[in-house]
């Protein structure tokens, strides 16, 4: 059985992490109070005196193992002390997600693999070899098979590992992951922590950890011992890829770059294979099936010239023949001509395209595509261009219409279009992304035809459109908070809403994050420092909810160097302090508390020069709340004092006057809070009914969700000052608010703590029908970790 130490030292851990970035959620801030508890009953270090003690919580590692040898110590010395410690250690493992064993009923089994191409030929020789090393017994024992795949852009890398992973996923019944690492270049490249992140949720982690090291020793555990095929496609280099291996032996890695990847081969063992291009008999072969068979009476010696002018590169195949699939006019004879001409230097549509040297060799990649683009409308080339000026990372309707100027129906017909002639691939409905060579040749010809006054316009008229978007699901998902930007000015809070609306303008904000922080990249880089912050502003419900906390800060620097630029010239100077608020959130995600309140320090001194009382005041209240997570209580209390005297000075017409009366509640809310962990009770009550009453009386009417959070304090105060019978009369209450909202996941903590009191108050039975309506609640929500700590909860009841 593992130490007592050990089993300590890791629970600590698990719930300062959790407190600190939130992850544990109203169930972890509890299991983080009860070890301040404990851990102010086992006395100060030594030579502090008794009773002059300041708790903080323990971040480093150092601080960890202090605090875990402290309780450790209590214990050996007292039996009742030693059960509570154990109880807490068991309260502190429903924190740390752990993943269902394979072979039970509702272990995750992902299926993110792609469907395979069609139109597909050789490279049988690649199965024959990945089986071998699946056969070879002689291989490395405790590894997975790790397999690279390299060879020049458009060779097929991407339908090999892809049609190979297809063949191979009935050897490996616990899933297929896949990613593209987008490692064309590193501008466009994926971090390990981006893709972890999607490895994580496919196999339903309930809560993701903001840190790239932990996010990878939990891929890891949830992986360990599964047979599983993981497909790392396009990949920048070896650094991308080491985070992303999996331990298990019983794993396929199969890897596709452009690059060597030495390292991986040289330290993990990984066996490399280059591919090479077609054959011509091949290269033939492949044409023919993606012309089709309208296409198929061609003499084969054009046939022939035709796949020869390809050079065997599948891409330049598979281009070439989508041109001849789609256009009935446009003869084999026609198309090798074409090939042939653009071989021969002989520039018939006066394009210069890529290296002018006469002796160069030609590409047959940007052969076929040359042919293709000749065949569009102008109408179709303009619009193939305008999609190039920004890598995004795919091409959505809103962002070619407003690329190219065009009505989203116009947009939806020439995406249509140019997918057919293979110029794009539609990777989801409505949904598409150019191979970068592709992106690369639309670029080139962007640069040439339409110039950089151009490109910038499209850049602005994208951005626009999804700061609109993203607005507006912003304002849909936390209707009622503080908003800053002119977009919001020319937006409403509709007064009625359907059930689950917010949710859903959440799921369109999760779909299009990626575009987003690639917008505010490309706004950035065009100098348009007023969208960056804006569109950073408009995201702000997305990261709250959801984290993606890589994304989150590099998104938020940006936006806060652009504020920072803006404030010195003629831009909005609230903006600052605003982006500084969000940045100071996401480095609590990732557990680092110094920038945080760096970050919330620098945004109070940044309002307090433009005399922003709200923006202010707002950066004060974080920096109560973070203070507060670290057990820093008195600094809290008067930081949230602090914000109230800021919001009091606040008068009718003052920007975010209208803000102020519900700002000044949530305050309450938190002073009650501290109040009650302080054991000022009295104080606490008093507090909390303050900001109950109010929120019953904001002038646009009572605010339901948060009376439920008022009255979830209530429950915890009452119960902490030992009147079981009121904190369950505020708990019920609590359940009734959440319910009315349809907030499930605090619907489902509110449970938790009712069961918590009728087991306290003698009443299993109830408890028990508590702690089921819990469990079924967080499935609902697919919140595992959850519903697996109600269920366990429920076994201990039971025993």
């Known amino acids: 059985m593992e130490p007592l130490i050990d089993l300590v030292f890791s629970a600590v851990g698990t719930v300062a992490s959790g ?97 395979a191409t069609a139109a597909f030929t050789d490279r049988e020789d690649v199965l024959a070899w990945i089986k071998g090393l699946l056969d070879d017994a002689g291989r490395a024992p405790g590894a997975p098979v790790v397999a690279t795949l390299t060879g020049q852009g458009g060779i097929g890398k991407t339908a090999t590992v892809v049609r190979c992973a297809h063949e191979l996923r009935e050897e490996f019944p616990d899933g297929v992951l896949f990613v593209d690492l987008a490692g064309a270049s590193a501008g466009t490249a994926l971090t390990p922590s981006e893709a972890l992140v999607r490895f994580l949720e496919s196999l339903k982690v309930g809560t993701i950890p903001g840190d790239e090291a932990r996010q990878r020793d939990l891929f890891r555990e949830y992986t360990a011992g599964r047979r599983m095929i993981v497909v790392l496609d396009n990949a920048l280099n070896d650094a991308q890829v080491l985070p992303l291996l999996p331990a298990s032996p019983g794993c396929l890695v199969l890897v596709s770059s452009r690059h060597r990847l030495g390292r991986l081969v040289a330290e993990h063992g990984a066996y490399p294979l280059t591919l090479g291009p077609l054959s011509t008999a091949d290269s033939v072969l492949l044409l023919r099936r993606v012309a089709g068979r309208a296409r198929s009476g061609a003499p084969e010696e054009v046939v022939r010239a035709v796949a020869e002018g390809t050079g065997g590169i599948p891409l330049a195949v598979c281009t070439t023949g989508a041109g001849l699939a789609v256009r009935e006019h446009l003869s084999w004879a026609r198309v090798a001509r074409g090939l042939s001409d653009r071989i021969d230097g002989t520039r018939q549509t006066g394009v210069t395209m890529g290296d002018t040297d006469p002796h160069a060799p030609a590409d047959p990649v940007r052969l076929a595509q040359d042919v293709s683009y000749n065949e569009l409308t102008p109408e179709c080339a303009a619009f193939y261009r305008a999609l ?58 962007a640069v040439a035809e339409d110039g950089e006054r151009r490109m910038r316009e ?139 309140e760096e970050a919330l320090e620098a945004a109070a001194t940044a309002d307090a020069a433009c005399g922003h009382l709200r923006g202010r005041a707002t950066a004060v209240e974080a920096l109560g709340l973070l ?50 962990r302080e054991g000022r009770f009295p104080a606490a009550f008093e507090k909390l009914n303050e900001s109950l009453v109010g929120f019953r009386t904001l002038p646009g009417g009572a605010d339901t969700y948060n009376e439920g959070r008022v009255y979830m304090s209530l429950g915890e105060a009452h119960l902490g000052a030992g009147d079981l019978e009121l904190a369950l009369v505020c708990l019920d209450k609590a359940v009734e608010a959440m319910a009315t909202e349809g907030a499930g996941l605090q619907l489902a903590d509110a449970l938790e703590q009712r069961a918590e009191c009728h087991r306290r108050a003698g009443r299993p039975e109830l408890a028990a029908e508590d702690l089921r309506a819990a469990a079924a609640r967080y499935e609902k929500e697919e919140d595992g970790t959850g519903a697996r700590r109600a269920r366990e909860r429920l076994t201990a009841l039971a025993g």
């Open 19 to 115: 407190a600190l970035s939130g992850a544990g959620g109203e169930t972890g801030r509890r299991i983080s109070e009860r070890l301040h508890g404990l851990l102010g009953r086992a006395g100060s270090e030594p030579g502090t005196p008794s009773g002059q003690q300041v708790l903080v919580l323990p971040v480093t590692e150092h601080e960890r193992r202090a605090a875990a040898a402290q309780l450790v110590e209590l214990a050996r010395s007292s039996p009742e002390f030693a059960r509570e410690v154990r109880e807490w250690v068991r309260e502190a493992s429903w924190l740390a997600p752990r993943p269902v064993p394979a072979v039970a009923p509702g272990a995750s089994r992902p299926q993110m693999l792609p469907p």
């Open 388 to 445: 190039a000026v920004w890598s995004w990372p795919t091409v959505t309707v809103l962002c070619a219409a407003h690329a190219a100027g065009v009505d989203e129906a116009r947009a939806r017909d020439m995406l249509e279009q140019l997918a057919r002639v293979h110029l794009l691939e539609e990777v989801a409905e409505e949904r598409y992304r150019f191979h970068d060579l592709a992106r690369a040749h639309a670029r080139e010809l």
């Open 458 to 596: 499209a850049v602005r008229r994208v951005a626009i459109a999804y700061l609109r978007f993203a607005a507006a699901a912003d304002l849909r998902v936390i209707p009622h908070r503080w908003h800053l930007g002119p977009v919001y000015d020319r937006l409403t809070v509709p007064e009625h809403t359907e059930t689950g609306d917010g949710a859903r303008a959440l799921a369109q904000l999760r779909a299009e994050r990626e575009n987003l922080a690639a917008v505010i990249h490309a706004a950035e880089h065009h100098g348009y420092d007023d969208l960056v912050w804006q569109l950073c502003e408009a995201m702000w419900s997305l990261h709250l909810r959801l984290g993606f906390h890589a994304q989150w800060i590099e998104t938020h620097l940006r936006g806060v160097e652009a504020a920072r630029r803006g404030a010195e010239e003629f831009g909005d100077r609230r903006a600052l302090g605003r982006m500084l608020v969000q940045l100071a959130f996401a480095y609590m995600g990732v557990g680092d508390a110094d920038k945080a």
């Open 627 to 676: 203070r507060l997570k670290l057990w820093r209580h008195d600094e809290a209390r008067h930081s949230f004092e602090e914000a109230l005297r800021l919001l009091g000075r606040i008068r009718e017409g003052d920007d975010g006057w209208q803000d102020v009366r519900r700002a000044t509640e949530l305050l309450k809310h938190h002073l009650g809070r501290v109040l009650a």
